[in-house]
């Protein structure tokens, strides 16, 4: 249900943040600011990098079971005409 999803969906946008801020307070704390362009940047190619999995690994795993049925019933459709078929 869609409770379900906000109240999963809470929690893990909560912890993205969190480690988010604490980073960030880490980068400022121990190189005044220095980093934080660095630290910036390597946020956005993870979220960039996340984003295109987020579309590509559904599709990827579609295929992975189709592939998969396919085979399977290629084999049961062979299985199932050999026995049949007279000696």
Same mark, same amino acid.
């Given at each position: *249900?869609?409770a379900?999803?906000?109240?999963?969906?809470?929690?893990?946008?909560?912890t993205?943040? *969190?480690s988010t801020?604490? *980073?960030?307070?880490?980068?400022?704390l121990? *190189?005044?600011?220095a =980093?934080n362009?660095?630290?910036?940047?390597v946020e956005t190619?993870?979220s960039?990098?996340?984003?295109?999995l987020?579309i590509v690994?559904p599709? @990827? %795993?579609i295929?992975?079971?189709?592939v998969? @049925?396919?085979?399977?019933g +290629? +084999?049961?459709?062979?299985a199932?005409?050999? =026995?049949? %078929?007279? =000696?």
């Amino acid at each position: *249900t869609w409770a379900i999803g906000l109240i999963a969906g809470g929690g893990v946008a909560l912890t993205m943040q *969190t480690s988010t801020v604490v *980073t960030r307070a880490a980068s400022s704390l121990t *190189t005044a600011g220095a =980093a934080n362009p660095i630290v910036s940047t390597v946020e956005t190619i993870i979220s960039t990098v996340l984003s295109i999995l987020a579309i590509v690994v559904p599709i @990827l %795993a579609i295929l992975a079971v189709s592939v998969i @049925l396919f085979f399977i019933g +290629r +084999r049961v459709f062979k299985a199932r005409y050999t =026995a049949a %078929a007279p =000696a």
